[in-house]
C-alpha cells in the first residue's frame, strides 16, 4: 500500500462544486437530445425532459449524501467496498474504465463533428480534433486540481451564456400552435424519448469520485446538489420548450436545432455560434470525467483492483498523474479503433452507456445498505435503484461488453486480495 494515502489537495467548495455538476451533466445529450426527442414523441416528449428532471434529483441525492457520510477519493468504488466488498469495487473501478475509455472519445467526435458543420473537414481531421480536446483535459488536470476548478467554473459560465443566448433569442418565435397536437404520435413514444433523454442525466456520480478533496463535504455536497438539480432542469426543459415551440427539431439532422435556434440571434454566423457551444460544452464534461475518473483509478490501484504503479500522486500538483496519462493514452488508443473500424454513433454511444447504468445500480445499491435516511428520502435509493434496473434492457446485446469488464475486475481484485495466515483454531480443523 502506498503512504500517499490523504496526499490530494482539499481545495473543491460549493461554487466549484456546481461547476463540476453542470459540466457532468450537460454534454453532448443537450445538444443532440432535445431535437431527437421531439423528433420521436412531438411536444409530449416534454412529460420525459419534466419526468426525468424529477428523477434525478434522488439520483444526485444518493450520490452526495455518500459522499458527504464518508468523503473519500474515488467516489462510487469506495461505496461499493463499504457496502459489498472490495471484489465488487474492483469491478466498478474497472467499469468507470470502460465507461471513460469509450465514452470520452465519442463526445469529443461529437465537437469536432459540430465544428466540421461550420467548417468544412476531412474525416481525419474531425478525429484529430478530437484527440486534441482530450490532450487539453489531460493538461489542465495535470496541472492540478486548482488549475482545473477554475477552468471548469470558466467554462459553465459560458456553457450558461450560450444555452442562455439560443433559448432567448428563440423566445420570440415559440408559437402555442407549434404545441398542438400534444401527442402526434401516441403515448408509447414518451418512454421511447424517455430512454434516450436519459443519457442527458448520467454525470451526478461523478463529482463524488473527487469527494475527499472537499473542504467542507458535509454542507458543500447538499448545497451544490440542490443548486446543480435545480438550474440544469430549468435548462433541459427550456430548451426542450424552445426546441418544439419553434419547429427548430424539424429543420433536420442532430445539429440544426440549436443551429436553427442560435441564428436567430447570430445570423449567418448560427453555425459557428453552434460549433463553438458543441466545443465549450463538451470540454467541459471531458474535463470533468477526467478529473473525476482519474481518482476513480488512483483509489482502485491503492487497494489492488489495478496494478500497484497507478498508485502515485504528483509530488507538486498533488495528482494523480499516473492515471491520467492512463486514461488519456487509453482514449486515444479508442479513437483511433474507432476511426478504423467506423461504428455507428447509436453503437459508440451504448457502450459507456451499459457500463454508467451498472455502476448507477452499484451506486443505488450501496447507497440502500449504508444510508440512514429518514422520511421520503428514504425512498431515494429505491428509486435510484429502480430507474437503474429499468434502463438495462435497453442497451441491448453490447450490455455484455460491460458485464465482461466487470467480471475482469472482479476477479483481479479477488486475485489482489491479500492471503491471510490461518489462526490456531483454523489449523486444528
Given at each position: 500500500m502506498s503512504t500517499q494515502t490523504s496526499g490530494l489537495r482539499k481545495?473543491?467548495?460549493?461554487?466549484?462544486?456546481?461547476a463540476l455538476y453542470m459540466s457532468s451533466v450537460l454534454g453532448s445529450g443537450v445538444l443532440v437530445l432535445p431535437g431527437l426527442a421531439a423528433q420521436i414523441a412531438g411536444p409530449a416528449s416534454l412529460i420525459a425532459w419534466v419526468g426525468l428532471s424529477l428523477a434525478s434529483y434522488p439520483l444526485a441525492y444518493t450520490f452526495a449524501s455518500l459522499s458527504a457520510r464518508k468523503p473519500e477519493s474515488g467516489g462510487v468504488y469506495g461505496f461499493a467496498k463499504e457496502s459489498l466488498g472490495p471484489r465488487a469495487a474492483s469491478a466498478v473501478g474497472w467499469l468507470f474504465i470502460l465507461w471513460f475509455a469509450s465514452g470520452a472519445p465519442v463526445v469529443t467526435v461529437?465537437?469536432?463533428?459540430y465544428l466540421a458543420y461550420a467548417v468544412p473537414m476531412s474525416r481525419a481531421m474531425i478525429y484529430t480534433i478530437a484527440a486534441l480536446i482530450m490532450l487539453a483535459a489531460f493538461i489542465v488536470?495535470?496541472?492540478g486540481i486548482v488549475v482545473s476548478s477554475r477552468v471548469q467554473l470558466t467554462v459553465i459560465i459560458a456553457i450558461l451564456a450560450l444555452l442562455i443566448t439560443a433559448v432567448t433569442a428563440s423566445a420570440p418565435s415559440i408559437r402555442p400552435a407549434n404545441f398542438i397536437p400534444f401527442f402526434p404520435n401516441g403515448l408509447v413514444p414518451i418512454g421511447v424519448s424517455a430512454v434516450l433523454i436519459f443519457w442527458s442525466y448520467l454525470g451526478y456520480e461523478n463529482v463524488s469520485n473527487v469527494a475527499e478533496e472537499f473542504k467542507n463535504p458535509e454542507k458543500d455536497f447538499h448545497r451544490s446538489i440542490l443548486y446543480s438539480v435545480s438550474v440544469i432542469s430549468i435548462l433541459y426543459v427550456s430548451v426542450a420548450i424552445a426546441t418544439i415551440g419553434t419547429q427548430a427539431y424539424k429543420a433536420g439532422g442532430s445539429v440544426a436545432p440549436f443551429a436553427a435556434m442560435l441564428s436567430n440571434a447570430l445570423g449567418t454566423y448560427g453555425a459557428i455560434g453552434t460549433a463553438i457551444l458543441a466545443l465549450v460544452i463538451i470540454f467541459g464534461t471531458v474535463n470533468a470525467y477526467t478529473?473525476?475518473?482519474s481518482r476513480v483509478i488512483y483509489a482502485t490501484a491503492k487497494d489492488g483492483g489495478l496494478p500497484r504503479f497507478l498508485d502515485k500522486i504528483h509530488p507538486q500538483t498533488r495528482v494523480p498523474n499516473r492515471t491520467l496519462i492512463l486514461i488519456v493514452t487509453v482514449s486515444w488508443a479508442t479513437i483511433i479503433i474507432f476511426y478504423f473500424l467506423n461504428f455507428d454513433l447509436a453503437t459508440e454511444l451504448l457502450i459507456p452507456s451499459g457500463a454508467a447504468i451498472l455502476v448507477y445500480l452499484v451506486g443505488s445499491a450501496s447507497g440502500i445498505k449504508l444510508l440512514?435516511?429518514?422520511?421520503?428520502k428514504r425512498s431515494f435509493p429505491w428509486i435510484s435503484l429502480i430507474v437503474s434496473i429499468v434502463m438495462?434492457?435497453?442497451?441491448g446485446p453490447l450490455i455484455l461488453v460491460s458485464l465482461a469488464f466487470a467480471a475482469i475486475g472482479y476477479f483481479y481484485g479477488r486475485r489482489a486480495q491479500p492471503k491471510t495466515?490461518?489462526?490456531p483454531l483454523e489449523?486444528?480443523?
Open positions: 481545495m473543491v467548495t460549493t461554487r466549484y462544486a456546481v461529437i465537437a469536432a463533428s488536470n495535470y496541472r478529473t473525476g475518473m440512514k435516511i429518514k422520511g421520503v438495462i434492457p435497453f442497451v495466515t490461518p489462526g489449523l486444528r480443523k
